[in-house]
């Protein structure tokens, strides 16, 4: 039985599409100058690491599959590589409102309807049909997933961003007035300031979600050579379109008129006008364009962690009912229910003030410290894998030997400390007398969702299988057999039927 695997660039753009997004080149933009200063250093202190580390545990023998959850669940134990990777998945159930309020934004320019992005109720419903249509999507498989990916990326994200550039470049040298200051004073920033501090967490999440791919390993060609290749060409890509999209911005849309949902049309808007007064329809199709890349973005990540808490619901972690796939190995009872967590989710921020109050605030800051914890415990069993499991077979290692390794987790480890304790810091559109009720409701919200996995973790089946084994999904076109981990480790076609009846 072949099946068919996913070549370099098509994971790179699957894994690229999770982590970079045009979208953000206005948020970077906020810090003037400062933005490159930053992106540099989370890139090289915090992006980095995480890819590096991700990059060695995805190549140890026997931890291909289930990307976050394996790892750590072979390093400390399964009770934390469940909470691990249910982290994971938690803060993206938040995440695909926010991505899909900037595609609605997007569409409502396009299409000149505005109701689209101020009426709530257009708003949710907009909000469902693209969900819900991207999620349906997502059902055919993983290559069906890589194509949107892969489509996503290069209209979405890259011809934009050239295009971006391009006007950038010729904007600069004729000569034209820019917004910002350049000097040296104007690039280092001050981190004696708390709100510097701040500033400089939210440039480190913009590069969450690097590791998140993994669980597609198994079908990537040449996996040990391949993943940390595409790694480290994100890396480098991503600090730089991070960095010239964001300056870009900066430079040509003043800061007071700067809108962060809608900053990168503004600048296209600007730039294109400025040389062209006739090409007005242009800035449509760019707009189509990068709404069109947030939408691969919400495809990669509507498999990306489910096929994680595929993997914790096939040693028993989760009800029966989460082990089942469709024909393509796609785990839909489980894309189902995170379909509802984020209905839901769209419900409560939507109609709670369409994206602009204390809850959603709250709720986009859960989202980050949930992650950061697992982020956590992703750095502390990379540590356990380099001083604890040295005789494991890998084909990738981080650079330096046991030294270079300790050094470069242990920045990373830091860095998402840091990122954690600074997030409890109401932001600035926190109006000051609610500063209190944010970090309160932050904070229980906090302990309850760090607490729930632990919780549903005791409740699981105890008497399942008590090693942790590698699942692979079933073969695209075969309903009746499936490959599944055999008692010696190995892999054996078998019935569905069979298989159940032993396991």
Known sequence: ???????????????????????????????????VFFLLLGGILWFLPV???????????????????????????????????????????????????????????????QALNTDPLMKYIGLLVIFWSLTFSQLGGTQRTAKIAKAGFVLG???????????AIAYFIGGNPIEIA?????FIPDFSQLSTLVVFVSFVLAYMGVEASASHINELENPKKNYPLAMILL??????????????????????????????????QSLILHFNRHLGWLVKVIALMIAFGV??????????????????????????????????????????????????WGAVLTFGGGGNNLSFLVAISLTVVIYLVGYLLFFIGYFVLVYKKKELDRTYNVPGKTIGKTIIAGVGLLLSIFALLISFVPPASIAKGEDRTYQVILLISFVITVIMPFVIYELHDKHGQKELENPVHMKAGDMNTAIYPSARGEHEIVQKEEYTLKH
Request: with cysteine.
């Open 295 to 344: 939408m691969g973005e919400v495809s990669s990540w509507v498999v990306g962690p489910s096929r994680g808490m595929f993997a914790a619901a096939q040693r028993g972690l989760l009800p029966s009912f989460f082990r089942k796939t469709n024909k393509h190995g796609v785990p839909v009872p489980l894309i189902m229910a995170q379909g509802v967590i984020v209905t839901i």
């Open 51 to 113: 890819a590096l580390c991700a990059a060695e545990m995805s190549t140890v023998e026997g931890w291909q599959n289930g990307g976050i959850f394996s790892w750590v669940s072979q390093t400390l134990g399964e009770r934390f590589g469940f909470a691990a990777i249910f982290f994971q998945w938690f803060q993206i159930t938040v995440g695909f409102v926010t991505m899909i309020y900037f595609i609605l934004g997007a569409l409502s320019y396009v299409v000149d309807f």
């Open 1 to 35: 039985m072949n099946q068919k695997k996913l070549s370099l660039f098509g994971f790179f753009a699957l894994t690229a599409s999770m982590v970079l997004t045009v979208y953000e080149y206005p948020t970077f933009a906020t810090s003037k100058l400062h933005l």
């Open 157 to 167: 994200i890259l011809i934009p961003s050239v295009i971006l550039f391009g006007l």
């Open 235 to 268: 890396v480098i890509l991503a600090i730089a379109l991070d960095a010239i999209g964001g300056f870009s911005v900066a430079a040509v849309i003043p800061q007071k008129e700067l809108s962060l949902s809608a900053g990168v049309i503004q600048t296209f």
């Open 182 to 186: 350049i000097s040296k004073k104007a």
